[in-house]
């Protein structure tokens, strides 16, 4: 797909991609293919690249987005054989819904998501592991939980589990 | 200092879980995770705190099946010789077995439910959640799923 809108002009910048074990040949000029790279040379085309095409995997679109890239995210199927499940839709939704990256889902048009997917400003992800690193430090110490703390009842001062055969 | 052990199956549980790395030196840390490409990095980094179970996946079933038991076999003699006060867990099914373990000889049990499911729980996760003492969920939209969970942020991004 990629290789087709490169051929089509759609993409006019050079195009590296990840290849994996696929036997692909790109048809088009500017098209390399890396089988496997090393993070550093991963977080280099990172950094360089204008545009992230990504299947959904969190990781990749986590890396991308924590670089402030532009990410363009089609997603594996299953029903394709091509992945486990379907969870990766539901990361993509949620990250094309608020406005970090732009999908393009199976009914999707790919011309049409590549073009978005140039032109639009993604929206700068802020991290949250630092709270979550507090989160698990309390726990592991059995100290008092931070507060913003949510559990499922919507209280922010949770209860803690009980263990008793009740439950 | 506590002792702790930080186990998860590799891949993207493995990032989650190395996400916690700033937590390591704060207590006696043994790490498991499964035999991944970079071993030999992670041996010079952590030396003897850390160990490597089979991996497993539910594509192969029964070869998957021996390679549980195998994994639960070991887990039981990781436990036996580390006794960890807590097991922090990011998942997956390799992990099951030594949580569940850690669970019925004592240790605090602590999932942390992955990141990249925002509204389908994952088979560990739901199994986990059943006994974990502590539950932690990385999208809000899963506290719906897992009630009791508790949710602060999410590990990756």
């Known amino acids: 797909m990629v290789d087709k809108a490169k051929g089509a002009g759609l993409i006019t910048s050079e195009v590296i991609a990840q290849s994996g074990c696929t036997t692909y040949e790109p048809q088009n000029e500017d098209f390399t293919l890396e089988p496997f790279v090393g993070q550093t040379r991963y977080q280099e085309l ?13 990781s990749s679109i986590a890396d991308s987005i924590n670089a402030h890239k532009r990410t363009l995210v089609v997603p594996r199927r ?52 630092s709270s979550v690193l507090k989160l698990v430090r309390a726990v592991i ?25 009740a439950d | 200092m506590k002792k702790v052990l930080f186990i998860s ?23 498991v995770t499964e035999e991944v490409p970079f071993a030999s990095e992670l ?18 079933p029964l070869s998957y099946a021996f390679k549980l038991l195998a994994n639960t076999l070991s887990s039981f003699r990781l436990f036996l010789r580390l006794k960890p006060e ?20 004592g240790a605090r049990i602590v999932f942390i439910e992955t990141a990249a499911n925002v509204h389908t729980p994952s088979a560990t996760g739901k199994a ?15 506290l719906e799923v897992f009630p009791r969970a508790l949710y602060r942020g999410a590990l990756i991004p």
């Open chain 2, 128 to 142: 986990v959640y059943r006994f974990a003492d502590v539950f932690i969920v990385q999208h809000e939209e899963m």
């Open chain 1, 141 to 165: 110490d059995d100290a008092p939980l931070p507060a913003g703390t949510l559990t499922g009842s919507g209280a922010q001062t949770p209860v803690p589990p009980s263990k008793g055969t």
């Open chain 2, 43 to 60: 041996r010079e980094r952590f030396g003897e705190h850390i160990y490597f179970l089979r991996e497993g996946t539910r594509v192969k």
């Open chain 1, 46 to 58: 990172i950094n360089q690249a204008e545009l992230v095409i990504t299947h959904g995997g969190l």
């Open chain 2, 86 to 105: 807590v097991i922090v867990s990011t998942g997956a099914h390799t992990a099951g077995p030594l949580c569940l373990i850690g669970h019925l000889l």
């Open chain 2, 9 to 31: 199956s590799k891949g993207g549980h493995f990032s989650e879980l190395m996400r916690l790395s700033p937590l390591f030196d704060e207590y006696q840390t043994t790490i």
């Open chain 1, 78 to 129: 299953q029903h394709f054989d091509e992945h486990q499940n379907d969870h990766q839709l539901e990361i993509m939704e949620k990250y094309a819904h608020e406005g970090y990256i732009v999908a393009c889902g199976e009914t999707d048009d790919f011309a049409e998501a590549l073009a978005t997917a140039h032109s639009y400003t993604p929206r700068p992800y802020q991290s949250t592991s």
